[in-house]
């Protein structure tokens, strides 16, 4: 939503998306300011506990039984499998997304990876869409004050116009854009350890036959998997500049990283986000 300063600072109770790539410093402010009054809704945790919890659990089953020895314990129901997700420890979601390649390498063929993709794109828009429901929970229920939305860093690319209305009318969006030595330094993490992602359809065709081109692959079924991811980070990572650009110019604010690495506390985060209102009115 679109506030003055003044309006802002009347808000009685406050709801905040963080909208940026992973690794901007999202998840560090919001666990900063649920130790004082505000409520950390995770994007990422809700996806992986509440819409993707069934199919990540069958992709573990599914490896689980290809070991002889618990394969037979399953079958017989002497043992049970569940998920560990936490805000802080989100692998379970990560790797039923999975990478795209080599099958031998930990690799998923196309079809499966998209069949993924497309699961993880439709929990992320549902995910999104709970926003009004939790911000009252989080009042009526638990008592917290404020609500702090911690949104996956490909909301933007979920292009539905019906989560960014939901986000704008129940939330002031904050766009936290990394500075340039914080794109390198992103970068440079994702070289030294690739993820699995969340990629746009129509970005990955894309992008998929630029990189079967340069490197004279005939078949996804050759490609090494986290030289992929490797190859694509960078592109995925400035392809959604604009996209998170144009919702913050539409929908929110801007701060940068640089300002957020000064924030230690509520008050700072506060005055943060007024001088990013009078600045963008």
Known sequence: MKLSVE????????SITLLGMSGVGKTRLANMLMNRDWFHFSGDY?????????????????QAMQVPFLRELLRSDSIYICNNITVENLKPVSSFLGKLGNPDEGGLPLPEFKRRQELHRQAEIAAMKDIPEFIRKAQEIYGYKHFINDAGGSVCELDDADVLQVLEEHTLILYIKASETDEHELIRRAELDPKPLYYRDAFLEEQLTVYLKETNLPYVAMIEPDDFVRWIFPRLFYSRIPRYDAIAKQFGYTVTTNELARITEESGFLELVESAVARQN
Do not use: S
Request: hydrophobic share 30%; no cysteine.
């Open 7 to 14: 309006e802002f600072r009347k808000w009685k109770n406050k």
């Open 46 to 62: 809700r996806i992986g506990t509440r819409y993707l919890d069934e199919p990540i659990l069958d992709n573990i089953k599914q």
